[in-house]
């Protein structure tokens, strides 16, 4: 069966034809061209496709489109470009957090739902919001340190 769902998408509105059974993630991905959010485990176990949904971090995966219809995503396409990163951009380009960068958008999209929550969280606090981010390359040392950074940077600047 078909929909239509209204989305607004990194400040767009996007209305769409979907069928009832489309992920967000292939939505977003296969219909809207947006490939920033990775299709990994496609099992909510990595996080590799993780956007903020209302400004929450949500497993685009394990959501069909039409869940999310009338909210407002943000994918790390609607973050910041190469002429002007985001703070947290920045901070993982600084501390060496990206490697292959598989892992990287859905980092950075959910610490930016996590210091919209908490603009000045501790360590374990970080650890604890990337519990469900995987990465295969950093060992996570520098991804927490950056984020860190990252709020200590906005926290000036706010
Ligand atoms: S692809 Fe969604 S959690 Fe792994
Ligand atoms: S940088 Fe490769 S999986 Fe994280």
Redesign the pocket.
């Known amino acids: 069966m078909r929909h239509s769902i209204t989305m607004e998408i990194n400040g767009f509105s996007e209305t769409k034809e979907v069928d009832s059974h489309r992920s967000l993630l292939d939505f977003l991905r296969d219909d809207l061209g947006l490939t920033g959010a990775k299709e990994g485990c496609n099992e909510g176990e990595c996080g590799a496709c993780v956007v903020l949904l209302d400004g929450k971090p949500v497993n685009s995966c394990m959501m069909l489109a039409v869940e999310a219809d009338g909210c407002e995503i943000k994918t790390i396409e609607g973050l910041g470009h190469k002429d002007k990163l985001h703070p947290i951009q920045r901070a993982f380009l600084k501390h060496s957090a ?7 958008p859905g980092m950075i999209l959910c610490s930016l739902g996590l210091l919209a929550e908490n603009s000045d969280p501790t360590e374990e606090e970080v650890r604890i919001a990337l519990a469900g981010n995987l ?4 060992g996570y040392k520098q991804i927490v340190e950056a984020v860190l950074d990252a709020a200590a940077e906005m926290r000036e600047v706010s």
């Open positions: 990206v490697q292959c960068g598989f892992c990287t990465c295969r390359c950093t």
